[in-house]
């Protein structure tokens, strides 16, 4: 373990400025990040309904990520607000250990973020009943060979919504592997470990452990949306059916590589990490436009964070103080009732609580750092 957080010290030595001198501190300044986050919060506390939930009762995904959102801006556990969304999400809990609503189809997905939120909530041990059975039904979902899936299919190591007859994709692994991170999961658990056999192929780069008709088409490094089904992109594809990258999914792809145990001498990070530094922005999901922006937001920030880096250092050798450019971008489009909202509708970013959310979620790793 020690020799894995150097290495990250050591890539991010190489990614950032030589030395941060002693008068330069990093991030935004501390209390517009605290104004930002009290108004986002305060604006969730006024569009939550009677019964706890945020956008729909039946959807405990949208609620388990602004309930999520809520406790990273600062929101105590015994807030009233929380509390009662923290009973609304348990309403969802079934008999087979899941948390979702069962017309969605979305078991796995919901099951994850209220795991995500439960685990942040769980004081005094309150949780720990429900987290447990929660975690062994996500392990159950994962791709496998509980369900006769051999290592050699696309599918493997990927968990999906959660449907029956559902296919895997990056997005829903990542939610998969942070439940399974916030309830205890390390880098050389197994499931961890599968997970890393279908995020490699979701990756546009050939290796050993890509071997995908996708792998060699585009070759840059990125990441896109799934490998199996025929594959998906939500970029498009190629015209010769490549896969292309995108920026959430490269963001997502790399942060999940590196708790899956990754150091910066793997091919695959250095890769990915190649292209985050010729697309490095904040105010666009690269490949996408404004195209779920607020979720590339948030991803965006658990990888650099992730990564230990304080100033990154684009393909330009620009460098840039990343906590600093999101916040303060995030800072100029909030809203005056303190929401953050998305023009572009698609992912649901149009609703201000989803949006709003996400933005919370990515300003928690906004934090200033003192002079060093």
Known sequence: MRQHMWNWVVVATILCTTAIHAADAVGPDAAALKAARQKGAAFLKTSQSEDGSWTSSEAPGVTGLVTFGML????PVDDPNVVKALKHLETFVQPDGGIYFPKSHHANYETSICVMVFAGANKAGKYDSLLAKADKYLRGLQWDESEKTDKSDVKFGGAGYGRTGDRPDLSNTVFFLEALQATGAKKDDPAVQKALVFLSRCQNLETENNTTPFASKVNDGGFYYTPAAGGT??????????????????????KSMIFAGL??????????TTWIKKFYTVTENPGM??????????????ALSTMNIDQFEDAAGKKHDWRKELA???FSVQQPNGSWVNTNARWMEGDPNLSTAYSLMALKYCDPKPDK
Request: net charge negative; glycine share 16%; hydrophobic share 30%.
């Open 72 to 75: 990273a801006a600062g929101s």
């Open 233 to 254: 992109s939500q970029a498009g594809n190629n015209p010769d059916g490549g896969l292309r990258s995108y920026g959430s999914m490269t963001y997502a792809g790399l």
């Open 263 to 272: 150091t910066p001498e793997d091919e695959r990070v250095k890769a990915a």
């Open 289 to 302: 436009g404004q195209q779920g922006v607020y979720y590339y937001l948030q991803m965006f920030a658990k």
């Open 328 to 330: 303060e971008h995030l």
